[in-house]
């Protein structure tokens, strides 16, 4: 199909939801992807963080053929192979007793099911949220996200959520109390603008939710496995979450989240919670190889060492229309003194594709297996665009 003929098919049949950039992509291998013209591009978006391994890993496409032919579906009302390995794998990954988990099919939902499991576990119903953060697009989840443009057409038919300031352990203080279900927070606000929680919040946080009686939730749908430098974006911070939400990577591009608590909470209530893809053997095969490969290829410490090495590289090239350059590991924020869009769609036509965070930052959020090399094409892009 050519690229008119795409173009006018999505355009006249979809939703009208999305703003979309005029190139149809249709190939991707490793870190680059192949529009419909032929034409490559480096991928510095991962597909929103989701190919933390590159486009079509051989480990993950190899274990979505055997299992495809296998069994691709089976509720969870009956156990499965696949399904329980993955179990297996996760509490490996997790640190600390971070061992139970519910399935579902995107991050969204995995938010949803965390507050669920903070609800459940606390018998309370209040919910502390930062201000700048993105937690998703159904209602419950965006009760949460700070967003006003997502948030607004919706507000009445919302749970009740205060937003506190970002990083302000005073204000977390005074907002967490003994009402308070869940406190949800990202490791790194990704959306907001690529910032950092620092380390010092986040164990404020857990010291006073240890106090109350409230969940700490971590939102890691973005900066989990490996992106971050550690294996979850809250390892940094030398503490542990009752709550973690997983999305985006965990199964190599296939469509799957994950709910994380703590063993010590228990299980929740039969039939409080479920999904009928939740937990499907495809998924879980692919997420299999996909987890064991970003293990056993060390990713996280890739990240960590070319992520540090390219944020270096570019505050080392000063550029006039950049305002500072933040993030950790392979997520990485350049705030420009002027609007992204442009830059985006210069950055595009030079061959790299990049995200926006906000309305003035670029977000870089390559395939945690990016090269060096590859990197330095990257910012090579980037000095030609804003120099
Ligand atoms: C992408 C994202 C979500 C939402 O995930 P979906 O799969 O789009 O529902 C939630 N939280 C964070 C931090 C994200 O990056």
């Known amino acids: 199909m050519d690229t008119t003929t795409i173009f006018e098919l999505e355009d006249g049949h979809g939703s009208g939801a999305y703003a979309k950039r005029p190139i149809a992509l249709v190939k991707g291998r490793g870190v680059y992807v192949w529009d419909a013209d032929g034409k490559r591009y480096l991928d510095a978006t991962s597909g929103q963080g989701v190919a933390a391994l590159g486009h079509c890993h051989p480990a993950v496409l190899a274990a979505i053929n055997a299992q495809a032919s296998q069994l691709i579906t089976s509720q969870e009302a009956f156990y499965n192979d696949r399904r329980a390995e993955l179990y297996t794998l996760l509490a490996k990954l997790t640190p600390g007793d971070l061992d139970q988990f519910f399935f579902c099919n995107s991050g969204a939902e995995a938010i949803e099911g965390a507050l669920k499991v903070a609800m459940l576990l606390t018998g309370r119903a209040g919910i502390v949220a930062a201000k700048r953060s993105f937690h998703g697009r159904t209602t419950g989840a965006l009760s949460m996200t700070w967003t006003q443009k997502y948030r607004k057409p919706f507000m009445g038919w919302l749970p009740r959520v205060s937003h506190v300031p970002f990083n302000d352990i005073d204000a977390a203080r005074a907002a967490i109390t003994d009402e308070t279900a869940a406190v949800v927070v990202e490791p790194v606000q990704g959306e907001g603008g690529v910032h950092p929680a620092s380390r010092a919040y986040l164990q404020a946080l857990r010291q006073h939710c240890d106090e109350v009686g409230a969940m700490l939730v971590l ?5 989990g496995f490996g992106r971050t430098g550690d294996m979850f974006g809250f ?22 989240g994950a709910v994380c608590w703590r063993s010590a909470h228990g299980q929740i209530p039969r039939a409080s919670h479920g999904s009928t893809f939740g937990g499907n053997p495809l998924g879980c095969a692919a997420a299999i190889a996909a987890l064991s490969a970003i293990r056993d290829l060390r990713l996280s410490e890739h990240a960590g060492e070319v992520g540090g090495w390219m944020t270096d590289e570019l505050r080392d090239l000063n550029l006039r229309g950049v305002r500072e350059v933040r993030g950790r590991g392979l997520m990485i924020g350049i705030e420009l003194r002027g609007r992204v869009s442009p830059v985006l769609k210069q950055l595009q036509e030079r061959g790299i594709l990049t995200l926006p965070a906000g309305l003035n ?24 665009t804003l120099g």
């Open 219 to 223: 939102d890691e749908i973005q900066t």
């Open 361 to 384: 930052t670029l977000r870089l959020l390559p395939p945690l297996v990016i090269t060096r090399d590859e990197l330095a094409t990257a910012r090579d892009a980037i000095a030609e």
């Open 235 to 256: 390892e940094a911070a030398r503490i542990l979450p009752d709550i973690m939400a997983l999305g985006k990577a965990i199964a190599g591009g296939l469509p799957m």
